[in-house]
């Protein structure tokens, strides 16, 4: 049964309508998305969101309620093999076998990739230098720290350069420098052409990594777009303002009351808002500075805040608890 | 850095190929992490030595059989059945830790043959029991066993002991992927011991009170038991090699049919 009219399509990732209950309330409700080839998207939420019955539907180890996906054309019920030929996964918990040593886990995931023996063993050792692994290449995964496994999960997902990458979660209880070496990895795959769809409760990992990030809660998208999309749409620019003494600080929290967001009489700090972010705040910034010298406020420092995507999260998670109660 | 990129690229093979390719790579793998695991490497390699020492000398001065052979001779039976029983109840164990923890999901976005899976359990379990088989009659010979067989007698015993072992691989299996927790799947699994101890393996039926010799001398272990004995011994064999047959072809097929739903129903949610 070959399907003629699913040749060259643009995307790595296409779902429509993904649903999978568990229960009344928790799951995923009717996921729609479209990843084009070589990006990367991060999926964003909390615990439970629904971010790993995303990676699992997508990556054929779970039957959607209804919807349908394609990975690279092919779909993952009615080809779940072909799916497989061509994706990479990394799960949330080691996936690998922790009675073998590093060497024999990629060996074998390479011989099952359809590799010859031979070629299987080229390639697990490259694997294995490429992730600073070389040392316990022959030792049984029982002696490797949690950062070390991790590694290996994610070269074992590696062995056949998948066209579709997946990871749930790959740097989850990881310390700085192996998170740092596991990003710089994903980013090098994705030089090469490999197409990412990541989860992660981190922002600043999806903030630094993903050209497109998806926010989930409840098992629905909540919003989603580019990381700069996201901060212009859900946070402002802040101008922040330390006085020079107590009596500029009092001048310059009445200037523009309308503006202000917070004042720290501690530090004399005040922080306005900028109202229109289409000029990228920075004729209101001039604005702001006139008025500081005409009436006179001595300043000491001042600087220009982005917002983060921390604001962002904040203020769609609290939206929905708000919505809750 | 000089990446060449791997991709399957093997010539076209048959369904039929890729799936004996994928239980082979699995067997493999099953037989590798015995070295790595220091109670499943003593187990394979020490258990038929123990067991043959274990009967010789422990209870071989206190059991009469009521034959013409000696102890060693008339157990030597049942200790290959009670070997193979041994090693299923860590293929129980290896199939629970298998489907418990992340590595079942890797195998699962593989482009492999998921069946491979379960039968690389059984098929690696039938390899160290057979080898464990050779073992135990290495030192059976040393240790007073007097085989009268012919060619034929071994082949027929060593093949019913294949036989057995499948059959108690298979259930091993159930129980691996019935179990909610490695450490209840150990304790459960000892049920595969249970109906080797209730046979004629250590002890002739006859001496058994008459409740337990009604169910011992009916049952699938005894049969077989007394199959592989005949064998040995040149003695007649009787209907014993036919019942094995049928019966443990019979839990085969049984075994496999469930623990394929099972398999399948534990992987689809």
Redesign the interface.
Known sequence: MRRKNSVATPSAISATGLTKAYGKTSGLFNLSLDVPVGSVTALLGPNGAGKTTTVRLLTTLTKPDSGHATIGGYDVVREPQKVQSIIGVTGQSASIDEKLTGLDNLVMFGQLHQLRAKDAKVRAMQLIKQFGLSDAANKPLKSYSGGMKRKLDLAASLIVAPRVLFLDEPTTGLDPTSRSAIWESIRELVRQGTTVLLTTQYLEEADRLADTIIFINNGRIVAQGSPAQLKAQLGATRFVITAATEDDFSKLASLAPKQVLTTIPATRTVSFATINTTLGGLQELATLMERITDAHIAISSYSVEQPSLDDVFMRLTSNHNEEKK | ?A??????A?PHHSRMY?SV??TL??I??NL??IK??PDQLAGAALQPILLIVMFKYLFGGAISTGGSENYISFVIAGIFIENAALTAVTTSTSVA?DML????????????HKSAILTGHVFATLFSTMVGTVVMIAAGLIFGFQPHADTIGWITALGLTALVTLALSWVAVLIGLIGKSVEAVQQFGMILILPIIASSAFVPTETMPKWLQVFANNQPMTHAIDAVRALLLGQPVGNHVKLTLIWFTGIIVVAYILAGWLFRRKT??
């Open positions: 850095m990446q060449t990129v791997f991709v399957a093997q890729w390719r994928d790579v699995l493999t793998r590798k992490r790595h695991e830790t923890t992340g590595v079942i999901d890797r195998f699962r976005t593989l482009p492999m689809s949610n």
